[in-house]
């Protein structure tokens, strides 16, 4: 393979050199800038501070590889943390992951049985479910139920409890993706929609199985995210539509659907979180850090040029 | 209740002083002038509990930018920290108002190992374990803003709050003759510094017959409080006056009545030189209540006090008296545009470079 064929993106995985190669160089970047990168403590920082993400995002892939996007997920989230602090924490748990699948079966049945354009529909979740956290919880606060705060607090064979949780959803997507009848009909669907329909897909079926499993990722999120603050917020995931996104376009993930990977998105996750906690621990001026980001996308989107799957 | 606290703020200085016996106040550096920001306890800092020799790093969280205050306040900061040839560095990091990102930031300067560390919470139950961790790592932390007694800070800085939203309200009241339908414009939805002021205007207004008529988050925002503010005038809805969370918005609907040919009603301002300049032109009717930007250099001087091994008193409020028709002239600066805000700490050649029309 040329030095430029290793440049683009490789069958239905999406991986590549610069998808994988970013998080690396960043890594040995900031670890040459700044010595306190490298300390147990800041790595383990960043392990908590990119779980909640790399959750949401593995959900947006899914939703992404069957060719939609979903921009309600930060607002699920932040409807999940609200929720947890507001119902009886017996039921809280239930009550979250019920809403998550409810406001999947909601945006997939408007995008894949009511034809609404993916981004207008998610939009208008989005929105609503916003507007909602809000009314249940105006102002910051609550407790979070013991034991969830336990889930997120505690550490096993030296490592922390952000490890396992990335750990578990990584294998669950990965099974999903490449062990599963649904892994490979979703590529399918993503792919081509006709003709996966032509051989047998219920194509319907499967996106809207999609943005269920990608609003249940965000709930996960949320239950996450609250429990490692202790408390609830219903801004807490206003950032995370457009990250989620952002990781996933840096992962190799192509929006137009039937190309992706789980090894993607980490690495996409994982660049965003190593940006974030460099420029803090360097120092960079908080006028320079947003657009440093943007011109990051932008340069690992134009060396990831888009390949026709399944056309 | 304000009295007692003041003479017991003016006994704990008198006894000092007379410890001292050299007529500096070293314990309770003036942060700002008195008036702009006073103790509001006569609770105490341990003397040298936190000294460290220099140079050094301190740290500082900030929720987001977005507006000309916010700039100021961060250049002021900036500003007061370079002048100390023992501040090694100062990392500001924002949190584009995202709470999770507040949270990360406050881990990654504890990360860093900064000497000492800055925090405006946006909501302090978010931010409160990292705090907590910060101090149990022996890092003071100076707060800035209310934190109703939440967080374990070293010394908390506040201004604004329901204090701001009351002044509007009592003086909105005062116009209305206790009658009448206001339109309400708040800031940024879920941020506990913009509650608070909803929950002192509505305190305000309290025991009298005044209506809420409609009521919209202008994100204090300059472009957004405009569209809102145009949907209003659109709709025909009723309005004898205006209340304003502050920021650019007061000049956003100023522009706007004055675009639809409406007749101003009273409204709320803030000390912004715009908002003073639109006023000065328009003969509009209004109060403004002190924001001063000047708290940014006032934590960094809590800081260094701090790390110097100096006593601090736990808490500080700033509560100046609201700019009003009578006052408004005196604060005003025809020389400087519209993003200047009162009061600065800045010297005049740096007002001047920075803001000069």
């Known amino acids: 393979m040329s030095s430029i064929g290793l440049l683009h993106s490789p069958g239905r995985s999406g991986l590549s050199l610069v998808a994988l190669g970013l998080p690396v160089l960043l890594f040995v970047i900031i670890s040459l800038i700044s010595p306190s990168f490298l300390s147990v403590q800041n790595l383990s920082n960043v392990n908590a501070q990119i779980t909640a993400l790399l959750i949401i995002a593995l959900g947006q892939m899914i939703v992404a590889i069957s060719g939609g996007i979903d921009l309600s997920v930060g607002s699920v989230l932040s409807l999940t943390s609200t929720l947890l602090v507001s119902v009886d924490p017996t039921l809280s748990i239930p009550t979250v992951l019920l809403v998550g699948v409810c406001v999947g079966l909601v945006n997939g049945v408007g995008v894949a049985i009511f034809t609404v354009h993916p981004l207008v529909m998610t939009l208008a979740s989005m929105t609503f479910l916003q507007g909602l956290a809000l009314l249940i919880l105006p102002v910051p606060g609550g407790s979070i139920p013991g034991f969830l705060e336990a889930l997120v607090d505690f550490s096993f064979l030296g490592l922390p409890a952000a490890f396992y949780w990335c750990l578990t959803f990584v294998l669950l997507a990965a099974f999903l993706l490449r062990a599963t009848k649904f892994g490979m009909r979703l590529f399918a669907v993503g792919a081509n929609a006709q003709n996966a329909a032509r051989n047998g897909v219920n194509v319907t079926f499967y996106k809207i199985l999609s943005y269920v499993l990608c609003s249940t990722s965000a709930v996960m999120a949320g239950m996450y995210l609250s429990a490692r603050v202790a408390s609830a917020d219903a801004t807490m995931g206003a950032s995370f539509a457009l990250e989620s996104v952002t990781a996933v376009a840096l992962g190799g993930v192509q929006l137009a659907g039937g190309v992706g990977s789980v090894p993607g998105v980490i690495a996409g996750t994982i660049t965003l979180g190593l940006m974030t906690n460099g420029m803090n621990l360097i120092g960079v001026s908080p006028f320079v850090r947003a657009s440093a980001t943007g011109v990051l996308l932008l340069i690992a989107i134009s060396l990831q040029p888009r390949k026709a799957i399944g056309a | ?353 920075m803001f000069k029309k």
């Open chain 2, 1 to 353: 209740m304000k009295k007692i606290l003041t003479l017991l703020n003016v006994a704990a200085i008198s006894a000092v002083l007379t410890l001292n016996g050299t007529g500096q106040v070293s314990f309770a550096k003036d942060l700002l002038e008195k008036g702009l920001l006073d103790p509001t306890t006569t609770e105490m800092t341990k003397a040298g509990a936190h000294k460290k020799s220099g140079p050094w790093t301190i740290g500082m969280s900030f929720p987001g930018l977005g507006n000309t205050w916010i700039v100021q306040m961060v250049h002021e900061t900036k500003y007061t920290a370079a002048l100390n040839p023992k501040i090694k560095d100062f990392i500001f990091t924002e949190a584009g108002w995202q709470p999770a990102k507040q949270v990360a930031d406050i881990e990654d300067l504890i990360a860093r190992k900064v000497d000492a560390l800055i925090v405006t919470p946006m909501a302090p139950p978010t931010v409160k374990k990292q705090v907590e961790a910060a101090v149990a790592a022996g890092i003071p932390v100076i707060t800035y803003g209310s934190t109703d007694g939440l967080l374990p800070s070293t010394v908390e800085i506040n201004l604004g709050g329901k204090k701001f939203g009351k002044a509007g309200g009592l003086w909105l009241k005062e116009k209305l003759n206790g009658k009448g339908t206001i339109w309400v414009f708040r800031g940024i939805a879920g941020v506990t510094e913009e509650t608070l002021r909803y929950e002192g205007l509505l305190e305000g207004l309290e025991g009298s017959d005044i209506v809420i008529g409609a009521e919209v988050f202008g994100d204090w925002n300059y472009t957004k409080g405009k569209q809102l503010c145009e949907n209003l005038v659109l709709s025909g809805q009723p309005v004898d006056a205006i209340w304003f969370s502050g920021a650019d918005m007061t000049r956003a609907c100023i522009d706007v009545f004055n675009d639809t040919g409406k007749p101003l009603v009273p409204m709320t301002g803030e000390g912004n030189n715009g908002f003073l300049r639109i006023w000065t032109e328009n003969q509009l009717d209004s109060v403004a209540p002190i924001y001063t930007p000047g708290i940014g250099p006032a934590l960094v001087r809590a800081t260094v006090a701090l790390l110097e091994g100096e006593q601090l008193y736990k808490s500080y409020y700033s509560d100046p008296a609201a700019i009003s028709n009578a006052t408004r002239d005196k604060f005003y600066r025809k020389d400087l545009n519209d993003a200047f805000w009162v009061t600065s700490t800045l010297p005049e050649d740096e007002i001047q470079k």
